[in-house]
């Protein structure tokens, strides 16, 4: 199965991605010289805080193109695609 | 100021932040490739967790050690660094 | 503009939502009575998560329902509702 | 064993509690009378913010008092505090 990412949102979240991997080594490097714990953590917040942007575009481009996809093709396969869906959304919110 | 991470936890972070690089290098992969949606946000959920146990050990330590020690040397360094400290715990939260 | 709860949600809905007006009370007492703050803690968490439970069955439903309805509508209406329903996730994930 | 929240705290945590019992009232009420389930899952991630902003203040004044006190008792009360915190927390943010 494949996946889609809308034209303009692909390079999007490549660069945001990109930037989440130097912003993974910026806080390798703070661990390894032990640089000051809070400024470590807010480093991680904010990490996390980049991934669920980069999460919420693919969801939207999912909804948009996937589901919608699914929906058009019948009851069952758009039943199937919902399941999977709100599953997604609560791994991220892990309840 | 400096940071402090427990000897036993030091080398555990380091080696998580490297699978953590590893992980998110792979969601890159993920993207170009357009991978099933689901997947990808699946193992950005994975990414963020992964991160929060990093959040948590350094929180851990930091309290332990920093925290710790501006309690020994006063109530002025201590109201400071609790007042920090929960400051980056709401970061987290976002609240 | 309607919501809609399916059937067989409706009642678990509203249960849960009773459940946890009677946490809250229980957190109030819990603070009158300088209970132990960690305690307390736990008992915030649980009902965080329980409200993300709730909010994860009317999410569902309203893909189900609300933005499958919109999809059937045409392509104005399902954008409206797939931009509207992100936003409602990015609100739960404060991204 | 006691908790302990500041006396301005109290106050503070009582008041928005009642608020947050009326807020979920609100959400019953909505169920109810199936408001539209954007506007349901708004409100749902307000009640989770405000609770979460209740146990941050619960944190802090835990860190002031509970943790600081076992601190100048001693190594080992300190220990099983800072293990006890860092446990409260991390059940928030659910790593």
């Known amino acids: 199965m494949r ?3 809308k034209k303009g949102d692909k390079e999007k979240v490549q660069n945001r991605l990109k930037r989440i991997e130097g912003q993974v ?3 390798q490097r703070m661990a390894d010289e032990e640089a000051y714990c809070v400024d470590v953590l807010t480093q991680i917040a904010s990490v996390v805080s980049a991934l669920e942007k980069v999460g919420a575009i693919l969801l939207k ?3 948009e193109h996937c589901v919608r996809e699914s929906m058009e093709k019948g009851a ?8 999977e869906l709100t599953a997604a959304v609560e791994r991220f919110l892990r309840v």
Not at 76 to 83: L, V
């Open 61 to 63: 481009d999912h909804v």
């Open 76 to 83: 069952a396969d758009a039943d199937e695609k919902i399941e």
């Open 3 to 5: 996946g889609y990412i």
């Open 25 to 27: 080594r910026g806080v």
